[in-house]
């Protein structure tokens, strides 16, 4: 077999593995266990399930000197514990902020927990007020 037929049989193995979750610590076949080669293949570590939405998230917080602040963003994910959005502006980590949503029937308070730029705009990463929860799943499959 030639290397491009096999690399592209390794990736569809890979994929499927993949899709039923499984975990392998080391390559099938009878030589696999000789030559100790690891598969790079994991379960998704995540405390919570990211559902994907689109929805547009307002923003509102006090910045560094003060001044209220607003701005909407589009959301990226979210869980019961927080969300992720996309913003035109960086926030700083471990701002304390407040959420807002109609469509997803949203109206949390919550704490920045990162801030990473991606091109023109920023992933940032919310995490709910302890005792929050978004449990409003079934408005997102409405959206």
């Not at 509102?60 to 996309?86: E, H, K, M, Y």
Request: glycine share 8%; net charge positive; aromatic share 10%.
């Amino acid at each position: 077999m030639n290397r491009t037929l096999l690399y592209f049989q390794s990736i569809d193995r890979l994929a499927k593995m993949a899709k039923t979750g499984d975990v392998i610590g080391r390559e099938a076949g009878p030589d696999a266990q000789e030559s100790g080669r690891s598969l790079m293949v994991s379960k998704n570590l995540r405390r919570q399930e990211r559902i994907p939405s689109h929805e547009r998230v307002a923003i509102g917080w006090d910045d560094s000197v003060g001044q209220p602040r607003f701005v909407f963003a589009n959301c990226l994910n979210i869980t019961t514990g927080g969300l992720s959005l996309q913003v035109n502006q960086p926030l700083a980590v471990r701002t304390y902020v407040t959420l807002r949503s109609e469509k997803l029937k949203l109206a949390v308070t919550a704490t920045v927990k990162y801030c990473v730029r991606r091109n023109s705009w920023y992933q940032v990463g919310f995490e709910f007020t302890p005792g929050r929860v978004f449990n409003n799943a079934p408005a997102l499959a409405f959206g």
